[in-house]
């Protein structure tokens, strides 16, 4: 199957989606974020109407017609849900006054950090202007803006952190899901210079590493890049087929026959969990939505399942659950079902009284974001989340 950045074809739950985004649910009123047309209230009742209506003209009830996606909230429990708004709370709280976020040394106010910062409040529905945290994404937006070079590059030259790119990568993909929601035209500028720099930055085996000069690849960073693009691809940034296949054919070859993925494809063919969980999740990102490639990295990444010691012994532990729980997202059913379940016991027990999660590599702040991030991942508000 070739790959490409183009939406596949959705049933007309996609449809359903949207009006339920509009409206509501019958478990909740519709999210402060949603991005409905001004006229599409009123249509979208007439839309609920037509697929209730359809469904029983079929013979079929509506609730049969429920995919695992719409089940999928009902796995934010109340318990779950108190976890991320303390989560999301002890955020907000440690927002710098230029509207960044991270502490300690290393990743003092950096662009990685305020980037998954901001897209915790997005997938809990708050945006620009809009919600209790609307302020909070506005002043993020604003620090990322000042970090945009001439080039495109999202750096912030004095803080000292470990492989810029990965930073561009999450700044990019932030600004994609922001820009529209935000009339800011210089939004839309900045994300399509970063998109650019993207692509004029792949290497010739067809990824990306700590900086963007093309020299070299390796997958971590690779997949950072490729969220990105595929991010601003559905926002409308135009994005090559080239760079999509070229990126597809890397992650590809960097698996290995356990299934895993290795760090680099001229490195021995050793197998992490963190860094096979982000490769799954580029396939897909690609487009990608079956194949051998995509059923071995399941199956690996199943050998980690929370409930382990993986949360004592893995190092970069936030970074591969974040990129775990989209996998097992796309992967849908019993896959997602059974990850989820287990994740989130595993986040709500960790949680500290102060509502914060821990990551001794980085900070705190990073730590929280990503645990809110994975456990609001049944809320499916953000495109770049959807399946």
């Not at 839309?47 to 049969?64: D, I, Q």
């Not at 429990?77 to 955020?91: S, V, Y």
């Not at 945006?127 to 080039?151: D, M």
């Not at 992967?331 to 990850?339: E, I, T």
Request: hydrophobic share 35%; with cysteine.
């Amino acid at each position: 199957m070739s790959s490409d950045l183009n939406l596949p074809v959705e049933s007309e739950f996609a449809d359903l989606r949207y009006v339920q985004k509009c409206i509501g649910t019958p478990s909740g009123p519709a999210p402060v974020a949603s991005r409905c047309h001004p006229f599409a209230i009123p249509l979208a009742m007439v839309a609920a109407a037509f697929f209730l209506t359809t469904s029983f003209v079929r013979g079929e009830p509506a609730s049969h017609k429920r995919n695992f996606e719409s089940l999928a909230g009902e796995y934010v429990t109340a318990e779950t849900q108190n976890t991320i708004d303390r989560g999301l709370a002890n955020l907000a709280n440690r927002q710098n006054g230029d509207g960044s976020f991270g502490s300690d040394k290393t990743y003092k106010r950096n662009v990685a950090v305020t980037a998954l910062a901001g897209l915790a409040f997005l997938s809990a529905g708050h945006s620009p202007g809009r919600g209790h945290y609307g302020p909070n994404v506005e002043r993020a937006i604003e620090f990322l803006l000042v970090c945009v070079k001439p080039s495109g590059y999202i750096v912030r030259e004095d803080s000292t952190e470990h492989g810029p790119m990965y930073g561009h990568g999450f700044a990019t993909l932030f600004l994609a899901e922001v820009h529209g929601m935000t009339p800011q035209k210089e939004v839309r500028n900045a994300l399509k210079g970063a998109v650019q720099l993207i692509v004029n930055s792949q290497n010739r085996e067809g990824g990306w590493r700590y900086e963007p000069d093309g020299r070299d690849a390796d997958v971590s960073v690779t997949v950072c890049q490729m969220m990105a693009l595929r991010a601003a691809r559905n926002g409308g940034i135009a994005v090559p087929k080239t760079t999509v296949d070229q990126c597809v054919e890397y992650v590809k070859k960097c698996q290995n026959s356990d299934g895993g993925f290795r760090y680099q494809l001229h490195m021995q063919p050793q197998s992490e969990f963190a860094r096979s969980a982000a490769g799954v999740v580029t396939l897909y990102s690609a487009g990608l939505t079956e194949g051998r490639e995509l059923e071995r990295g399941l199956s690996f990444l199943l050998r980690f399942a929370p409930g382990g010691n993986l949360r004592r012994s893995e190092t970069h532990y936030f970074y591969g659950h974040y990129y775990a729980i989209q996998a097992m997202w796309h992967a849908g059913d019993d896959h997602w079902k059974q990850w989820y379940a287990a994740i989130r016991a595993e986040l709500v027990a960790d949680q500290l009284p102060d509502g914060s999660w821990k990551d001794s590599l980085i900070n705190s702040e990073y730590a929280t974001a990503m645990a809110c991030l994975v456990l609001q991942m049944p809320n499916n508000y953000l495109p770049i989340f959807q399946r």
